[in-house]
C-alpha cells in the first residue's frame, strides 16, 4: 500500500508550476485556468510496466479527454531522453515532464523517497484549478 504525504487534496488549489516538456514545449499550469480540465499523470518511471500501460491506455482515451476540455500532462523522475525516447515510443499525444529532481512531483506531494520517483497518481483539475480527484 502507498502512504502519500497528501500536500494537495480534493477542493484544494493545485499548486501552480512551469516547464518544458520533452519536446521542449513550455508549459505552464496557470495557463489552463480557465480554459482547460487538466489530467495530471505522475507515474514513476518508463521502466514500470503498469505506468506504460496507463500512459497508452491515456492516450487512447485522449480525444475522448480533449473533447471535454481536458488535456493531459505526464510527469515522471525520468531524464528527458528516456523520457521523450518512451513519449515517441508510445506515441503519447499529450505533453510529457522530465522532472529528474523531482521538484513538481514533490510540489503535489507525491514524491517516494525511498525509489527517488513518483508514487502513480493522478489529480484531476478543473478549469478554476481546483483538484477535483486524486487517486
Known amino acids: 500500500m502507498y502512504q502519500m504525504r497528501g500536500k494537495v487534496d480534493v477542493g484544494s488549489m493545485a499548486p501552480r508550476f512551469e516547464a518544458r516538456d520533452v519536446m521542449g514545449r513550455a508549459i505552464d499550469e496557470a495557463d489552463y485556468r480557465g480554459r482547460n480540465n487538466l489530467v495530471l499523470f505522475f507515474y ?3 521502466l ?3 505506468c506504460r500501460e496507463e500512459l497508452a491506455d491515456l492516450a487512447d482515451k485522449y480525444r475522448f479527454i ?3 476540455d481536458g488535456e493531459v500532462i505526464a510527469i515522471s523522475t ?3 531522453d528516456v523520457a521523450k525516447n518512451m513519449a515517441l515510443d508510445l506515441h503519447l499525444p499529450f505533453h510529457v ?3 529528474p529532481n523531482g521538484d513538481i512531483i514533490n510540489l503535489y506531494g507525491v514524491y ?3 525509489t527517488d520517483t513518483a ?3 493522478v489529480f484531476l483539475i478543473d478549469k478554476n484549478g481546483v483538484v477535483r480527484y486524486k487517486k
Do not use: L, V
Open 78 to 80: 525520468d531524464g528527458i
Open 119 to 121: 508514487y502513480p497518481t
Open 97 to 99: 515532464i522530465s522532472d
Open 44 to 46: 514513476r518511471n518508463s
Open 112 to 114: 517516494d523517497t525511498n
Open 48 to 50: 514500470c510496466q503498469t
Open 66 to 68: 480533449s473533447e471535454q
